[in-house]
DNA sequence: CATAATTGTATCATAAATGTTTCAAAAATA
DNA sequence: TATTTTTGAAACATTTATGATACAATTATG
C-alpha cells in the first residue's frame, strides 16, 4: 500500500485530493500546516508528499528543507500565478510540481510517475497477451498496438489493476470522469463494449448484473 | 543518472540553477560555502561542479585547488565585470566558465558540452535516419542538414531524450519555453507541426489525444 | 533602422472521441 | 412461461481536439 500524505490547509483541496487518490488505491493522510506535516512525517513512513507552498506556521519552503533527510520524493502545489513561488520549490528539491486549479488525471499521472522514478517499477502491465505501457500509453495485443482512446485506456487501467473485483459502474465512472455519478446514463456500459470489441475482452470483461463490470485473467 | 554540485552561497541563484537543472534530468545539491563544498565533495561523488567565484569560508580559487584531486569538471560562475577572476579560474582549472547573469539555455548547453568532453560520450544522437550533434546543433536526415529553428530543436532534443514516453503538452512547454504553461495555446502544437514537416516525422511524432506527443522510432 | 527570421495567434476544416437514443437480446423474477 | 428489467449492439448527433493555413507580433541581424 502507498501512502501519501498531503500537506494542504485548505480543507476543500485537501480533500479533494485525498478522495481522488483514494480512488486510485492510494491511501492518504492530511497535515494541515507545515507544523503538523513536519510531526507526520517523524513518526510514519510515507512514500510521497504533495506539498502547498503557501502554509501557516512551516511554510512549504521550510519544510521541504526539513523532508529532505528523509527521501521522500515531493511534489509541489502552487497557485498557477505565484511563478515564484514554484520555481523557489522546485529549486529546493520538489521531484515535480502542479498548480491550482488542477486537473485531476494529470495530478495522478504525476503521482504515478513520481513513484516509478523512485521505486523503479515497471511501468509496463501485463495480463495474458496485453500489454499496457504506462510511459508510453501504447496498448499491445498478442504484441500488435491497438488504438485506445483515453476513456477506454484509463477504465483499461483500472481494470487490470482491480483484477477479480466486481466494481459498480459508479466506481468506474467516478475514477475515470473524475465527477459524480448521477446514474442513469449507459455511458460506461458503451465505452466497456468499445474496449470489449477492440482488444478482443469478451470473456475477460464480465458483465455483472445489476452491479457493474468485472475483470478477470 | 548525472550529479551535479553547486557551490554558491547566493540561494536565489543556487536554485535558479538546480531548478534548471533538475529539469533537464541532473540530481543537484547545493553548497553554500567553500567549506560545505569540500565536505560535500568528499562525501559523495558529483560528475559536474558549479562553482562561485566569490565564496564564505574558502574561496573558489581555493576550492578548485582542492578539487584537483578528484578529476571532477568545474565550471566557474562569475559576475560579468570580475574578468580577472575568470581568467584566474580558468588558469586554476575549470573547464568552462559562466557570468552572472546568465542565460538558462546557454549555462544548460555549456554543462552538456563539459559532462561530453569528460566522459567522452557521444555529442550526436541518432534516431533512424535522424542525426542530432549536439555539439554543432546540426541536424541532419538522411545525411542533409535540415535548418531548425531554436524551439524546434529543443523540441526534438527533449522527444528523442524521452523516446517512447507520452508527453504532456504542458511538460513539453515548461521544458522548452522554462515557464509556466498557462493552458489552451496552440503554440506545442504548432512548433510539433512544423518539426514534422520540415523533419517528415509524421509517424514518428504521434499525437496522443487529449494528452500530448509521442516520439518513437 | 530596416529587413529577415522566428515565434505566436486566429481561423477554419477535418478528424476523432464521446454520449444519447433506439431496438434487440439476455437475464432475472414471479 | 410471461413479464420486467438489464445489457449488447448499432446508428446517429454532439462535442472536442488536432491539422493546416494565413497572418500578426516579436525578436534577431545586418
Redesign the pocket.
Known amino acids: 500500500m502507498t501512502h501519501i500524505l498531503i500537506v494542504e490547509d485548505e480543507a476543500t483541496i485537501s480533500n479533494l485530493l485525498k478522495m481522488a487518490l483514494e480512488k486510485h488505491g492510494y491511501k492518504c493522510d492530511c497535515a494541515f500546516d507545515g507544523e503538523m506535516g513536519a510531526d507526520m512525517i517523524e513518526n510514519k513512513h510515507y512514500d510521497l508528499i504533495l506539498l502547498d507552498v503557501m502554509l501557516p506556521k512551516i511554510n512549504g519552503f521550510e519544510l521541504i528543507e526539513y523532508i529532505k533527510g528523509f527521501d521522500i520524493p515531493v511534489i509541489f502545489i502552487t497557485a498557477k500565478t505565484d511563478i515564484t513561488s514554484r520555481v523557489k520549490g522546485l529549486n529546493l528539491g520538489a521531484d515535480d510540481y502542479i498548480t491550482k486549479p488542477f486537473d485531476i488525471t494529470e495530478l495522478q499521472a504525476r503521482v504515478e510517475a513520481v513513484l516509478r522514478r523512485y521505486n523503479k517499477t515497471s511501468a509496463v502491465l501485463t495480463v495474458n497477451d496485453l500489454e499496457i505501457n504506462t510511459n508510453s500509453r501504447i496498448v499491445t495485443k498478442n504484441g500488435k498496438p491497438v ?1 485506445l ?4 485506456y484509463e477504465i483499461l487501467l483500472l481494470f487490470v489493476r482491480n483484477k477479480n473485483i466486481a466494481l459498480y459502474r459508479e466506481m468506474i465512472y467516478e475514477n475515470v ?1 473524475n465527477e459524480p455519478y448521477m446514474g442513469d ?3 460506461v ?6 474496449l ?2 477492440k482488444l478482443d475482452l ?1 470473456d475477460n470483461i464480465q ?6 463490470y468485472r475483470f478477470t485473467e
Open positions: 488504438e482512446t483515453l476513456k477506454e470522469w446514463t449507459r455511458t456500459d458503451l465505452h466497456i463494449q468499445r470489449r470489441k469478451k458483465s455483472v448484473y445489476k452491479v457493474g
